[in-house]
């Protein structure tokens, strides 16, 4: 069999016979892959020409897409599963690498509502640039208009792929996707379901199943480039004189020496020694150790090396290594014969300053498989005695099912030969001391892109050391790649332009959709209160009549609140305060302007149910008049969750009370929910 590549909206075969793709599990043939007579530039031209698709959607009609297409490859999983044994994988392998795929979909489904139904986002705050206001500056950021290409490792096929699309595709940037070649036919597969779903938009996602050698050659300022896989190409890549020229973005998330710290509080009988145990096995096996996050350094008190060393090699004593179709298989194989080589030239390298103390690179059952065509390996337990002597452990990873077993003496020596693998992904530190969870995680944290923290309060819902999630960064400083993917909003930001834009409020306003105090405001006719969700206007502002304060205002607040805070009833306790007199509570200033500015009758506003950014900026006392202005701030468009549920947007409005003065005495934004027409 021939496997095809997606590009220009079509599959197209190489024009060669490419390099041929092997069963893991028993050595036979399964195809062929060739990008051999592509046009790399007419793939970016084609994408680039078609981004406007993607572009001219909003982030909320992005989020939908992905939600569709998450709930249509969900359908055809078991499809996929079939195909993922090819690769070696458990069905808890495949688990990990399809539904985690899919499952990083509907994560960034759900995340756009974290964004306004526009085709960009506001960026954090207003920043005021002149005495009255009348300047201020203020930052957007747009979807960029080139392409993100995607250069992922052999394995995790499926995830690999998923986990950075969902991203880009949610900013509003098509893909290119380059997977290795070992395993691209399970990757052809999910994209030949994708491109039938008709889900995304036409040039959004195109796939190179053969080799890309040559496609950084048409790489351009707009583009996004990331890569996952050995340190070593990662630099290769990173240095590629297009990428310099053009400062093309260059995301980097490299194979590290991650490791997995014992506390020494956690004895053999405690509930975090068994989790030790239970995580270090875990890791060394799933996937056979193939992770770019799996546990390569294991970290003991001197004094438990022994007790540890016998427990994991127990542990893994029960792993069953074969055909991951035979039931009792805990263990399938490597991705191919090249991993197993390259695995045990780099467990020979480790073996020259540590011992091996389980398993064995040759002698070794496996079941149902062909242990000589397939590309089985038993699980390696190595120990290194003097770690700060013998460095290997730190410098060099064999990418398989290998991990080594050190001592330390104090928390800060674990916390330098954490440091010593030179930046990780990931470490995980086991222990229910609070003190020691926190000075390792503070002294540890510069060089990992995360740390794991398991105990006995979190062990049954962890989702483990090698899990990254979608909402938090997954990337590493150092020999990990410096790089940064995933993590919410932190990780579209990557996709889209930050520009700050300059000038005066109402101005800003017009560029933004959202309300820039000291923007001009519109009297609204009728009350914002009798208008439904597609009447109101950004800027639309209810002026309220004035009231006065009196002190039996405040006496009678502190009856109802039971708030009798010594500023607010007891005027012989000012001296030294910032107060001139017995001062109106916050919170009835906002309650007195709720009264002011509501409009009481039934209307299509149907509930209050929040307020954000509220401050009291000046002292109200008895005899002060105050009086709201209350503008439209922000409008925030919701989906229908059901067909009988009631069509309604959010709105934001600016609450800004003022005094006599014209000073501001208290500013807020309250939530409402407001319906749409014709639902009364």
């Not at 031209?45 to 078609?50: C, E, G, I, S």
């Not at 109402?506 to 933004?512: H, R």
Request: net charge negative.
């Amino acid at each position: 069999m021939k496997f095809k590549n997606y590009a220009l909206g079509e599959w197209v075969a190489g024009s060669d016979e490419g390099q041929t793709l092997f069963n893991a599990i028993n050595g036979e043939v399964i195809g062929t892959a060739s990008s051999s007579g592509l046009d790399f530039g007419d793939m970016f031209t084609y994408a680039r020409d078609n981004g406007y698709h993607l572009r001219n959607m909003t982030f909320h009609e992005r989020g939908r897409m992905l939600k569709a297409l998450a709930l249509y490859l969900n359908s055809k999983k078991e499809d996929f599963y079939k195909t993922s044994w090819a690769t070696g994988a458990t069905r808890v392998d495949s688990w990990i690498d399809i539904e985690g795929g899919i499952g990083n979909l509907f994560a960034y489904s759900s995340l756009r509502r974290q964004f306004p139904n526009e085709t960009f986002y506001v960026d954090g705050d207003l920043v005021g640039l002149s005495k009255t206001g009348s300047f201020i500056g203020h930052h957007i950021a747009v979807p960029k208009e080139g392409v993100a290409v995607h250069i992922n490792a052999f394995n995790f096929p499926v995830w690999g792929m998923l986990e950075k699309i969902a991203v880009n595709l949610l900013a509003g940037v098509p893909a290119i996707v380059k997977p290795a070649t070992i395993t691209s036919y399970l990757t052809e597969h999910v994209v030949r379901e994708i491109a039938a779903s008709g889900i995304l938009p036409k040039g959004s996602l195109q796939l190179i199943c053969g080799s890309a050698r040559g496609i950084l050659d048409h790489v351009e300022s707009q583009d996004v480039v990331t890569f996952t896989g050995s340190a070593s190409t990662g630099r290769m890549l990173k240095s590629h004189p297009r990428l310099i020229d053009h400062s093309v973005p260059f995301n980097m998330e490299a194979d590290s020496l991650n490791a997995c710290i014992l506390g020494q509080d956690a004895v053999p009988g405690t509930e975090e020694f068994d989790l030790f145990i239970k995580e270090i096995r875990k890791e060394m096996t799933v996937k056979a150790g193939q992770k770019c996050t799996a546990i390569r350094r294991i970290m003991v008190p001197e004094n438990l090396m022994e007790d540890v060393q016998i427990a994991i090699g127990q542990a893994l004593s029960k792993t069953t290594i074969g055909d991951p179709q035979i039931e009792g298989v805990r263990m399938g194989a490597l991705a191919g014969k090249e991993q197993v080589a390259e695995v045990s030239s780099k467990v020979s390298e480790l073996l020259k300053s540590s011992q091996l103390v389980y398993g064995s690179l040759d002698q070794f059952e496996v079941v149902g498989g062909d242990k000589t065509k397939g590309a089985y390996l038993s699980p390696l337990l190595l120990r290194n005695d003097a770690p700060f002597e013998n460095m290997a452990s730190h410098n060099v990873e064999a990418f398989g099912p290998v991990s080594t077993i050190m001592p330390y003496k104090e928390l800060s020596d674990a916390v330098a030969l954490a440091k010593l693998g030179l930046g990780s992904l990931v470490c995980s530190f086991v222990s229910n001391d609070r003190k020691a969870v926190r000075d390792f995680t503070i002294g540890a944290a510069s060089h990992h892109g995360r740390i794991h923290i398991l105990n006995r309060e979190s062990g049954k819902e962890s989702t483990g050391h090698g899990s990254p999630m979608p909402m938090l960064v997954h990337g590493g400083p150092g020999r990990a790649g410096g790089g940064e993917e995933m993590g919410g909003k932190r990780g579209v930001a990557h996709y889209m332009q930050r520009t700050a834009i300059q000038g005066s409020p109402s101005m800003i306003t017009a560029i933004t959709n959202q309300y820039q105090y000291g923007a001009k405001q519109v009297e609204s006719e009728p009350h914002v209160f009798r208008k439904h969700f597609e009447d109101l206007v950004v800027g639309d502002t209810v002026t309220t009549h004035k009231h006065s304060v009196t002190e039996t205002d405040i006496t009678n607040f502190a009856n109802v609140s039971g708030d009798n805070f010594y500023a607010h009833m007891d005027a012989t306790s000012l001296e030294g305060t910032i107060f001139e007199q017995r001062v109106a509570h916050g919170y009835f200033v906002l309650s007195k302007a709720a009264g002011l500015f509501v409009d009481p009758k039934k209307g299509p506003v149907l509930l209050n149910y929040g307020i954000e950014e509220a401050r009291f900026t000046k002292p109200v006392y008895p005899g002060m008049t105050i009086g709201v202005r209350l503008t439209v701030k922000e409008k925030v468009d919701q989906e229908k969750r059901s067909e009988d549920d009631i069509a309604k947007g959010i709105v934001k409005f600016l609450v800004d009370v003022y005094d006599e003065t014209g000073d501001t005495v208290a500013i807020a934004t309250i939530l409402t929910m407001v319906k749409k027409r014709n639902q009364d």
